[in-house]
């Protein structure tokens, strides 16, 4: 089946940092990705769609800036945490589809620990 | 407005016993529909999907949905419960086009042994 890995599964830093999470498509083309954050026993919440090689559509809330989105390739899509600081210590995972009728694959998620 | 929801947060179910676990949507129109499954400190698995035909849809580990139009209602069942089958259930809706999911709530099952 459609595999999605999404690297690191974990990240523990200092508030300031700021924080690269990949994820890749190992076995189809991805030409939408999606990034969601997950509070703790809640649901997953979209915080952008993101396209192969155009610009990130977020969802209403999310700072783009904070939150920089890159698609360079139809298999690679990174989300940077910028300046990271205690709030932002959340959950992210990121899902890929082909498009279409296909459904979103999910990554394994990256837990965000900020001191 | 457009919604999904899952009525119990919490379910508790003997192994071996039946399982369904409740999903209700919002939508103008008949969304597609599907189940994930969330094991702690996870991501996602899909369990099964329906987008249009049968409305009974048999998807992995032994699970299946019924969407019932009338009741915009997509329920998850099982008839037997196994132990390994403690997760945390989410329902999610996609209206049409763009893949973007909508999810619920979602529902967190525990099996007694």
């Known amino acids: 089946g459609a595999v999605v890995s999404q690297h690191p599964s974990r990240v523990i830093c200092k508030s300031g940092t700021s924080v690269k999470i990949e994820c890749r498509s190992l076995d189809f083309q991805a030409t939408t990705m999606f990034w969601y954050r997950q509070f703790p026993k809640q649901s997953l919440m979209l915080m952008a769609t993101?396209?192969?090689?155009?610009?990130?559509?977020?969802e209403q809330g999310v700072e783009k800036d904070k939150f920089l989105i890159n698609h360079a390739s139809l298999t690679l899509s990174t989300l940077t945490v910028t300046s990271a600081h205690p709030e932002d210590s959340s959950f992210y995972i990121c899902?890929?589809?082909?498009?279409?009728?296909?459904?979103?694959?999910f990554g394994d998620g990256t837990r965000l620990s900020i001191l | 407005a457009q919604s999904v929801t899952q009525p119990d947060i919490h379910i508790t179910v003997s192994e071996g016993a039946s399982l369904e676990l409740r999903c209700n949507y919002s939508y103008g129109a008949t969304p597609y529909l599907f189940w994930y499954v969330q094991s702690p400190g996870q991501g996602l698995q899909l369990l099964l999907k329906y987008f249009s035909g049968d409305t009974l849809v048999q998807g992995i580990k032994g699970f299946e949905a019924e969407f019932k139009r009338s009741q915009s209602s997509f329920n998850l069942r099982k008839p037997s419960v196994h132990w390994s089958d403690a997760a945390e259930y989410f329902c999610a809706v996609e209206p049409g086009g763009g893949n973007k999911l909508t999810f619920g709530t979602g529902t967190q099952l525990k099996v007694e042994l």
């Open positions: 993101s396209n192969e090689g155009s610009k990130a559509t977020y």
């Open positions: 899902s890929a589809t082909p498009g279409g009728t296909q459904p979103q694959h």
